[in-house]
């Protein structure tokens, strides 16, 4: 049995961030060396064999790890600054002095002081004229599980990723909606929709009925709509491999001669987020996390390996 325990806390100062431009500038950012973010976490690691005899061992670890981060600073006069955005702007991750790099703000669908849903004469949602905190995303924890079992020359090894908490917003799930392409934009689509809410125009309890596509062209412009959970957990290895023994081996010219299946992301279980793999995003950085808007899925793959040492 072992174990590792590490707990940090990283000061990183002059990140590249964009920041408004000079009024009369030709861009309306640009990137500069600024800021001060601070990085506290913990790792763990924990892994043995529980059992082993001749023929037979298992080889097990567990890793898992969180990390928070806070900035500091960012450049005299400035206190926020837009790392990323949906074209559309209803979307933007934000870092904001005394908040996490990452944030998620977008709008909200529009209420009265009671909580009700708010719609327009017309009878259609109304997303608010101001954006609002939906979440961050980066994770709360992330976790490894490593198994490795052996018997005689077969081998299996598999390992399980998991994800807690963080936030991502799903501009593919609003494309699909706003095109009429989704199974959730079957609803309504036979008869229309009175929403339940307060009309403007009137004060009083909605009663126009609307179009399914007149509803989900302006829901799917709401971003809290779309804002899920990407806690997940993935099969993200799964190998089967066969050793040919030594004798065996040799009697074909060769010292050592192995074939073993292997197959990669090859499934997940998600809480919450729809129409995507919550692992997606606009990219790896920490600008681009937290979108999703029509990524490419993570690759599933399956393959056959061989391996021969002469």
Known sequence: LYSELSI???TTKDMIFQIPAPTGAVSAKFLENIGELENKGVEVLIGGI??????FSWDVSLNFSRNK???KDLIEGITITTLNS???GNVSIVAEVGGSVGDIYGTVWDR???GNLLVNAEGLPIASSDKVYLGNAQPDWIAGLSNTLTYKNFALRFLIDARFGGEIYSGTSASLDNSGASERSLQYRNGGVVLDAINTSTNAQNTVNITAQDYWGRYSTIAENYVYDQTNI???EFALSYNLPSSAAEK???RSASIGLIGRNLFFFSKKAEDIDPEVALGTSLSSQGIAVNNVPTVKSLGLNISLKF
Do not use: F, H, Q, W
Not at 50 to 55: I, S, V
């Open 252 to 254: 074909i010219g060769m």
């Open 50 to 55: 529980p059992a082993k005899t001749e023929n």
């Open 86 to 88: 949906t074209n559309s």
């Open 69 to 71: 981060n806070k900035l």
């Open 8 to 10: 940090y806390k990283i």
């Open 112 to 114: 009265d002081e009671s």
């Open 234 to 236: 993935r099969l993200r």
